[in-house]
């Protein structure tokens, strides 16, 4: 009777490893894969409004898919570009920054003057330019105004 209950609950315990061990390659199958990008692409980046340092761990936020573009992740992008052959140019439209604070504005401009030591172009589009819009499109090779 005990050798019994022992196979059962061993048979249920790897049945359970086996499902879960599944579900996770089907997860990481349908969430790993990297973006489609087609060759000769131009990457827009909207920088403004008030760039956070990091994204906040905020769950509820993250599945209702409200992503505001942080600091950090305008930086990677432009490194991430620098470097990937698929991205030809860049297009930075700054929409007007909300955050008083002159040195995240200062981080993407030196992130844009690391990106044009690639070669590749970099064009600013300014529909709106205060003194922090206008200092981020400097950085770029070409500054288009509305």
């Avoid at 005990?2 to 599944?22: E, H």
């Avoid at 905020?58 to 470097?83: M, Q, W």
């Amino acid at each position: 009777m005990a050798k019994r209950r022992f196979a059962v609950l061993f048979t249920v315990l790897g049945i359970a490893v086996f499902l879960s061990m599944a579900g996770l390659g089907l997860l990481y199958l349908a969430v790993g894969r990297e973006p489609n990008v087609p060759a000769d692409a131009t990457l827009v980046l909207r920088v403004g409004g008030n760039l956070s340092e990091m994204a906040p761990a905020d769950v509820v936020g993250y599945l209702r898919g409200a992503r505001a573009p942080t600091v950090r992740s305008i930086v990677e992008n432009l490194r991430k570009a620098k470097v990937d052959s698929r991205i030809r140019a860049v297009l930075v439209k700054p929409t007007g920054f909300s955050s008083p604070y002159w040195g995240k504005v200062q981080e993407v401009r030196d992130a844009m003057l690391d990106f044009k030591e690639s070669g590749k172009p970099l064009y600013a589009y300014l529909e709106y330019g205060g003194d922090r819009e206008y200092y981020v499109a400097t950085a770029a090779d070409k500054m288009y105004l509305m």
